[in-house]
């Protein structure tokens, strides 16, 4: 009787003391946390920019092997957010990884949009800045042949650039998490609906969409994502990897860029109102984006959870593509998770690198 | 033996104890999931309704004439006091882009006359560059693989 309860003393103290350490933690990391200090410093494997215009910047990242393979991976980020998701931190970077496996890894940053940047549309992006970048890839490694990495939105301007230029060397397209079909995009449709949103008035009167704006269309789709992540924040303070992982992840969510106005326009208009990369209509300088005869190699990459681009809104891409080569994966995750973090260490970068390795010789 | 009883009963407290408080709190974070779902679910019911698209709309314009207002509210001052406003500047930014981008025209004419001239690529890398004949760690093995049971290399072999 008096064994157990000293054992009960014992164990009581044993908590009380993990508890109090605990604390004493959560008190450090909470101060970090608050007064931004000791911020993760991301986006580091070591990057040569080889061309610029205006914004853009073509990265080439040093290789790291002696021997690569013969195509070279071309990264196309997305307009709306910053492209270090895929170069996080050491561990847990993408680029990192691929240049390991034995890829020369370029990519595509379209930099923050600035005010006289307004007047920029997928034209632009599609039909001048990428193929220059193209170019560059192909004079420098001088090869012909090249692969597209295309996450979110980055993975359109793939399929855009592939569509409309089928001989221009493209070899292989990964589209991680892209929407197609925007009848599948859910909450962003409706909200977009031409009977009450006035897209031309808002994009005349403000130019460039505010990153703010961005950020808080991306939140109302999950409204208790942010509360519910700094409840599991407080949860776990204690330790300090996830502490760690939290910061860098949140850091990259947080960092939203503006829309380019016009670029803006057109995608509500064109793409989420009248679905023309599904309808086959989508033209871009009088060019239509003919997917039914492209011959590259194609992988859709989708997450089951993902919020953002559903996996409704992504899924079609494989049956829109001419090419015999096709493959669809969905991945456990959502949005974010599919790209960076532990969820896509073990799945997305494995299953991409198989992917692309064969086709990369 | 009294005292190994004793220990495992002290080992069993122990788990006890620590799998109770972990148990509540275990239980405390499925039920936090469990009602973030709930909470989302419902909210999305509620933002996909035609009434709240309506006022997000609504928001967004009154947003964008309330900038409009501040805007020209704004630009009518800084002009009032010889100010150059965020139009001006802009309109700045634009004219430099473009003679940027004609920079960038002239210079890609240059390199290109240059090359002709040379035969090498102006501002090639002055890097080693790696060569680009790695293979898959599959193909390489069963390559290895072939070598090993013929004696040739498999592409000797295809052109025999």
Request: charged content about 25%.
């Amino acid at each position: 009787m008096v064994t157990q309860s000293t054992d009960t003393r014992f164990v009581v103290a044993e908590q009380l003391r993990r508890e109090v350490d605990r604390t004493l933690e959560r008190s450090l990391h909470s101060l970090d946390v608050l007064l931004g200090r000791r911020e993760p410093a991301v986006g580091l494997t070591p990057k040569d920019t080889i061309y610029s215009r205006g914004t853009m910047r073509l990265y080439r990242y040093r290789p790291v092997v002696d021997e690569v393979y013969r195509v070279p991976v071309v990264f196309v980020m997305s307009l709306i957010s910053k492209p270090y998701i895929l170069d996080l931190v050491p561990g847990q970077s993408f680029v990192e990884y691929l240049l390991n496996q034995g890829y020369d890894v370029f990519m595509v940053d379209w930099g923050v949009p600035r005010p006289e940047d307004h007047k920029l549309r997928m034209e632009d992006y599609v039909l001048d800045l990428l193929p220059r970048c193209v170019e560059q890839v192909q004079k420098l490694t001088k090869e012909e042949e090249f692969s597209f990495l295309g996450y979110c939105m980055g993975g359109m301007f793939g399929l855009m650039y592939g569509g409309i230029f089928p001989e221009a060397g493209l070899k292989n397209l990964a589209c991680i998490a892209t929407p197609v079909d925007f009848s599948g995009m859910g909450l962003f449709r409706r909200w977009a609906d031409p009977r009450w949103f006035n897209v031309d008035r808002i994009v005349d009167t403000l130019g460039n969409i505010p990153a703010e704006a961005i950020l808080a269309s991306i939140e109302m789709l999950r409204p208790l994502d942010r509360l519910m992540g700094y409840i599991r924040l407080w949860d776990n303070l204690w330790d300090e990897t996830y502490v760690y992982n939290w910061r860098v992840r949140n850091k990259w969510v947080q960092d939203q860029i503006p829309f380019p106005g016009e670029c803006y326009r057109q995608m509500i208009k064109e793409l989420v109102q009248g679905n023309k990369l599904m309808s086959r209509e989508f033209t871009l300088g009088a060019r239509r984006v003919e997917l039914e005869r492209v011959p590259w190699s194609v992988l859709n990459v989708m997450a089951e959870h993902d919020h953002i681009t559903p996996y409704d809104a992504a899924r079609p891409l494989t049956s829109l593509v001419g090419s015999a080569d096709t493959q669809e994966l969905a991945l456990k995750g959502g949005h974010v998770s599919l790209i960076s973090g532990k969820n896509a260490i073990l799945r997305l970068w494995p299953t991409v690198n198989e992917w692309l390795a064969p086709r990369s010789v | 033996m009294a005292e190994q009883s004793n220990d495992q009963a002290n080992e069993q407290t122990n788990d006890q104890a620590n799998g109770q408080a972990q148990d509540v709190v275990q239980l405390w974070r499925e039920w936090l999931t469990l009602s973030e779902r709930q909470f989302n679910s419902f909210f999305n019911e509620v933002m996909g309704s035609d009434q709240f698209a309506r006022s997000a709309a609504g928001y967004m314009e009154t947003f964008a004439a309330s900038q409009r207002l501040m805007a020209q509210g704004m630009e009518r001052y800084l002009s009032f006091v010889n100010m150059p406003s965020r139009n001006d500047i802009a309109s700045l930014a634009e004219t430099l882009q473009s003679i940027e981008t004609r920079l960038a025209q002239i210079e890609e004419t240059l390199q290109l006359a240059a090359e002709a001239v040379d035969g090498s690529p102006v501002g090639a890398p002055s890097r080693e560059e790696p060569k680009r004949t790695r293979q898959p760690a599959g193909a390489q093995a069963a390559e290895e693989s072939d070598t090993e049971q013929s004696g040739i290399p498999a592409n000797l072999r295809r052109q025999a």
